[in-house]
């Protein structure tokens, strides 16, 4: 897999990928680091891990990778993190996970003020991640124990795709969440960049329109880019930092690393682990500082999750559908367009995170009463949720297409 292929899982679909590297011309291949064993891949290859942590120890950010779905990589983050912290350093941990806005609920958990299930709501954890949170909280309960301040790394997502539709110049200052402008790009990544989208675009053909598409998506990226180095230089002002961040920021150091050397903070390194069946022919010196052999790509089971099949806005004070899914619950529903939702199973229906909640308790089989307005008109509907059998039948409808 290429280097593009590795930023596009994140960029596009925030989902599984395989760490790998863009080859460029008479680079020479990194031998794969074996299991348990740090590798430097632009110097001596294996180095014990003492050399390592030593290294990582002497920076003022450090930059650890990852795939937002794998567990070994969460347990190499946290053992990373404890042999910094044995190191006595004063160290505070930045997450990519985390919008600026859930900060004070982060100095509520590590103050220890919140129990698991209410950490998890009060970041909305469910709609800005989503990601199995048990991936993540040893990490989060190592920073409650020791007391290390834990800092919101990332802006809200709708800014984001409020960048990606009107491009960066376009979105008013008051907007922003206090992000600067991004620096420029290197053209490696500006054409990686290019290349994630062309994949995707549903049109092969050159116009104005698509090249003002692809202009607004690096800016996209250039913006989730400059917003973490941002929060991770002020976080480090006072502490080393060791940041939890997807890889396909940090490889060939094109994104938040060049943004914080952008900023004047160059007092960094990058980590990443590295499974042992990738291929890594593809590694060249630029890929990282350090990488780590992590034995095996694995995946937690994915527990079921009742889906009503809408997007939301709660934007003018109420829930509206933005957009009914096809062949979901909500489109064999009724549920249209522009409904607002008032109610789900008597309760009232406030916020988006509100029916997320309602809807994650439905068991397979259940049926969900509703409210909702259209128009001028209030209308009672039931929403039928799939049993198992119908689950199972729909998995395999689709593996079998």
Known sequence: MTSSSLIKSFILTAATFVLASCVTAGAQPISCPATGIWSNPSGTGNIPHETAI??????????????????????????????LHATGNPLVIGFEMFPRKAQPVLDEWVRGALSEKEFLEKVEWNRVWQFNPSLYMPIFHFARQHRLPM?????????????????????????REGVSDPAAPSAAYAK????????????????SEKTQAI?????AQLTWD??????????????????????GHLINGYGVPHQLRALGQSDLAVAIPFNEQNDCDEVTPMFADLIFGVDTFERPAKAHRPLLGVMLDDKEGAVRVGKVLDDSVAKATGIKKDDKILKAAGLAIKNNQDLIAVVQRQAPGTWLPLTIRRGKKVIDLVAKFPTLEDLKKKAHKSQHK
Do not use: P
């Open 192 to 207: 990686m960049l290019t290349n994630i989208y062309n994949q995707h675009a549903s049109s092969k053909e050159e116009t």
């Open 54 to 83: 030593d290294h990582l120890a002497n920076r003022k950010i450090v930059l650890l990778g990852e795939s937002h779905d794998n567990a070994a990589h969460h347990r190499w983050q946290l053992a990373t993190i404890t042999a």
């Open 226 to 247: 400059r917003a973490m180095a941002e929060a991770a230089a002020a976080a480090a002002q006072n502490s080393n930092l060791v940041a939890i961040i997807g890889a």
């Open 151 to 175: 800092v919101a790394l990332n802006v809200d997502h709708s800014l984001i795709r409020e960048v990606r539709k009107e491009g960066w110049a376009n979105v008013a200052i008051e907007k």
């Open 215 to 219: 202009s607004r998506f690096i800016d």
